[in-house]
């Protein structure tokens, strides 16, 4: 499941953040019939977003009309009616829309429809923006997205439970260092171990979602799942150490670990039922004021292994398609949403894509997990998933089912050489 449906099934499910829904709104299922986008050489363009990215890009819209004249009509098409329009108009080569938020997994996907943007990738530009982003959006040499916005999963704890005299005498007592924010994976389990207990877990472990398990993968030093050559290395040691590790976590989880998702384990934590999660950061922010944890939760960067500090980025890119009749508006707005890219964080949502942009709000009350979050984009072992338009199925038919498998109990070993004869197959 990508980065971006998975937030929208969490606000959807949890109340994070009203504004992003998988419905559409607005245009109806369809959004309007595909013409040629604006008409050309106008200062009208559309731009198609999934649910809720209207929200985000509202601010960069207003600015953008000020500044340059250009203005936006937004068509907002739930997760996998967005990607059917796009394959459908892309294929046909006549096109309703003059920009396209994509998300990451489809850049392989879609990456001959649409213009390359090398001119807007400046030297500036690019050392603004995360290392992992910049890679991911050069494809075959040439720059074909600007990320809008971005996230990673960070640690979350419980700061009361941290704070306490007596948690903290106990855990001294018990492990012989003291308790606060986990800066390695053994006290994570260490602590994890420690505040399961009186019906409350230590943590959480996603059995259907592959992204945690795959940061793991990273911080032992290896790509996920292919290298860069299209070879399957998921079988290799550093994916068996990851998985192997992320398995030992059951024992402070939950019960039921292989059908705890994004939306079951923010629920989890939010209710008070664990006392650490690793969450998307825009999750810090949108805790609701009535939840038993408000006020009460700090952040802190993802752990690193071997290889350092690593996470799995969750970005979304701003497009022109090659059909476009209006690519000069398109091209302008797509510079105003780099340009005014912090106006995304006074959004519901909450993210951009600029590491000024969150340094600019890092040190105010509220954002705290900002810092954590910069620090785990800009690891050097940060990357973002493999560069093939057959990530979402192998995630879907591969990945998930493995993970379900493994955190049930299944031999670790077998199930990740089945895995690599599967996704083999996948790529033939």
């Known amino acids: 499941m990508s980065t971006r449906n998975t937030i929208s099934k ?26 040629s986008g604006g008409s050309a050489g106008s200062s009208s363009i559309n731009v198609l977003v999934e649910a809720g ?21 937004f068509v907002e098409l739930p997760y996998d009616g967005m990607f059917n329009r796009l394959s459908s108009e892309f294929s046909s080569g006549n096109v309703s829309f003059d920009v396209a938020a994509l998300d990451s997994v489809w ?8 213009q390359t ?17 910049v890679k991911e959006a050069n494809v075959d040499g040439h720059f074909i997205g ?29 492990y012989g260092y003291e308790l606060a924010a986990p800066t390695t994976w053994k006290q994570y389990q260490d602590i994890s171990e420690f505040f399961t207990k009186d019906g409350m877990y230590g943590t959480d472990v996603k059995g259907a979602v592959e992204t945690e398990w795959l940061a793991h993968v990273l911080q032992a030093g290896s790509p996920m799942v292919l290298d860069q050559d299209n070879n399957v290395v998921i079988d290799n040691a550093a994916h068996k150490e990851a998985l192997d590790f992320y398995v030992s976590l059951a024992k402070s989880a939950p019960t039921g670990a292989a059908q705890v998702d994004w939306a079951a384990a923010q629920n989890l934590f939010n209710q008070g039922k664990t006392a650490m999660t690793r969450f998307w950061a825009h999750a810090y922010r949108q805790i609701p004021a009535d939840a038993p944890v408000a006020g009460k939760v700090g952040a802190a960067a993802m752990i690193g292994g ?6 799995v980025p969750g ?22 949403a780099y340009d005014y890219n912090s106006l995304g964080i006074d959004s519901k949502l909450g993210l951009a894509s600029r590491i000024s942009a969150f340094e600019k709000y890092q040190d105010q009350p509220g954002y705290e997990s900002f810092k954590p979050l910069i620090e785990t984009l800009n690891a050097p072992a940060t990357a973002t998933r493999p560069a093939t338009a057959k990530w979402q199925q192998i995630v879907d038919t591969v990945l998930i089912p493995l993970l379900q498998k493994a955190v049930a ?8 050489a089945d895995a690599k004869k599967q996704v083999q197959d996948l790529l033939k």
């Open 53 to 73: 990215g209207h929200a985000e890009l509202t601010g960069v819209a207003e600015q953008c009309k000020k500044d340059t004249g250009v203005e936006a009509n």
């Open 315 to 336: 970005p979304w890119y701003l497009a022109v398609p090659k059909a476009t009749k209006n690519t000069e508006a398109a091209k302008k707005f797509v510079k105003c």
């Open 146 to 174: 600007l990320p809008a916005w971005t996230n990673a999963e960070i640690i979350l704890y419980r700061k009361d439970l941290f704070e306490d005299a007596k948690n903290k005498a106990d855990f001294q007592a018990k």
């Open 409 to 416: 109990g299944g031999d670790t070993s077998a199930l990740l």
């Open 10 to 35: 969490l606000v959807t499910l949890g109340g994070l953040c009203t504004a992003v829904a998988l419905a559409a709104t607005g245009c109806g299922a369809g959004g309007p019939a595909p013409s």
């Open 306 to 311: 071997s290889a350092g500090v690593a996470g």
């Open 107 to 114: 850049l392989p996907s879609f990456k001959d429809a649409v």
């Open 117 to 133: 943007i090398d001119e807007l990738f400046t030297d500036d530009v690019k050392k603004d923006i995360f290392p992992a982003l």
